[in-house]
């Protein structure tokens, strides 16, 4: 049975993804047209009656079929991520299994074997002084390379917010793709709370990733989530459809 390529199924997975974005902005084109109620407009005029302008049936099989296509996108962006992050663990184990061993110099090990040992000396010529026991303070080796001191491995600061969604437009690029009021933005692409003009860094990739997922980790409700955004245009402003201030 042949094993399924993670790279290829993530490529193909976006593939698939692409249709369902393309079926979404004809959708969202037909919604969003003058004269009409939008995704989530209201269908009664004021004084609580059909609108006799509207195609009401067609506009709810439209809104429906939307909210189809939001969450297969969902599943679908989900499914990418999983397939990218198998690629790349596939990848690393690869590069680590064609790095070249390290081998030490010739002559090198019995340099350190005599380093390292110490010779006996006559029990004649043995000074009278008592010999460190077990428990006392081990004595500092000759060759310090050979005994190098264990460092703890260093722990990555955690995440810290420094942006908040403050406005998500119904049916836009970040709101099909996850985005919600109220999420803090722990991470955007390669922008984090220590990146200089944080603002600035996510404007910056936003235009640099255009029509590309973007790993993005936001804070929400107290729980870290995990997203892939795409800036895309779309029949709105901007390439996301959100709006963000800084915390």
Request: glycine fraction near 8%; charge should be neutral.
């Amino acid at each position: 049975m042949t094993q399924s390529n993670p790279r290829e199924e993530a490529l193909r997975l976006m593939d698939k993804r692409k249709l369902v974005e393309a079926e979404m902005d004809a959708l969202m084109g037909r919604l969003t047209a003058p004269g009409m109620p939008g995704p989530a407009g209201s269908l009664l005029d004021k004084e609580g009656f059909p609108r006799a302008d509207l195609d009401i049936p067609k506009i709810r099989a439209d809104r429906h079929r939307l909210a189809v296509l939001k969450y297969d996108h969902t599943s679908l962006t989900k499914q990418v991520e999983e397939k990218m992050y198998a690629a790349f663990a596939i990848g690393a184990r690869a590069e680590s299994r064609t790095l070249p061993q390290k081998r030490p110099a010739e002559g090198a090990e019995d340099r350190q074997a005599r380093t390292s040992t110490p010779s006996a000396s006559p029990a004649s010529e043995s000074p009278s002084i008592p010999v460190q026991s077990s428990t006392d303070t081990p004595m500092t080796d000759a060759n310090p390379s050979a005994n190098p001191p264990v460092n703890p491995p260093a722990s990555s600061p955690p995440l810290r917010p420094f942006a908040i969604v403050d406005e998500v437009t119904p049916g836009s690029p970040g709101d099909v793709d996850g985005l919600k009021l109220g999420d803090q933005l722990l991470r955007f692409g390669g922008v984090q709370a220590e990146t200089p003009n944080v603002l600035q860094g996510v404007a910056a990739a936003l235009q640099g990733g255009a029509g590309q997922a973007i790993p993005v980790e936001v804070l929400r409700r107290g729980e870290k989530v995990a997203l892939a955004v795409t800036p895309r245009s779309w029949s709105g402003r901007g390439l996301l459809g959100c709006h963000i201030r800084p915390l």
